[in-house]
């Protein structure tokens, strides 16, 4: 598959902080961010879209990266991947069930969808067999922390949160 980056339309789904770092890198490649999340926020640079469905129309690129709860279980299903089209590129760098697992390989071998950049699945270790054989994916392990100053950092926070805990102050990365 031959595919040029630079200039797409690339949409994200979760503008929070992973969201963010992906829009500021993918900014560097000229390329127009779009975005969609519960609430709409001033970001004067990104468009915001009120529907994935939406969002997924106008992007060449579709990132996830937004947190997985019931609302985002299958964010990304064939609705959105028809929206998205045959030229059109998935990338999941949240959770493996934010995407419809079984629509995403029928999509594929269909040619509804151009292409999938994948490090998670919907039912990790195990990946559906035939998207090995796909030359318009792209596979990798969940590694994107697997270096020596994130997993440090990870270990930082860890340890911060413990200590915020054990002190009664508030936590630095609450679960709400």
């Known amino acids: 598959m031959h595919f040029i980056f630079s200039g797409k339309r690339v949409g994200i789904i979760g503008l929070g902080r992973i969201g963010l770092a992906v829009a500021k890198r993918v900014e560097g490649f000229d390329c127009p961010v779009n975005y969609y999340q519960r609430t709409k ?8 879209y009120p529907s994935v469905v939406e969002l997924a129309a106008n992007s060449d690129v579709l990132v996830v990266a937004c947190p997985l709860n019931e609302h985002t279980r299958h964010i990304v299903n064939r609705e959105v991947m028809e ?17 419809d697992e079984p629509e995403l390989v029928s999509a594929l071998l269909e040619g509804r969808l151009g292409g999938a950049g994948l490090d998670v699945f919907e039912d990790e270790p195990n990946v559906p067999e035939a998207l090995f054989a796909l030359d318009n994916v792209v596979l990798v392990p969940h590694v994107g922390s697997a270096t020596h100053e994130t997993r440090t950092a990870m270990a930082d926070l860890v340890l911060g949160n413990l200590e915020a805990h054990v002190l009664k102050k508030p936590l630095l990365t609450p679960v709400v």
Do not use: D, E
Request: aromatic fraction near 12%; charged fraction near 10%; glycine fraction near 16%.
């Open 83 to 99: 929206a998205l089209g045959p030229k059109g590129v998935l990338i999941n760098i949240g959770r493996g069930p934010h995407v």
């Open 41 to 48: 926020q001033a970001y004067p640079n990104y468009t915001y």
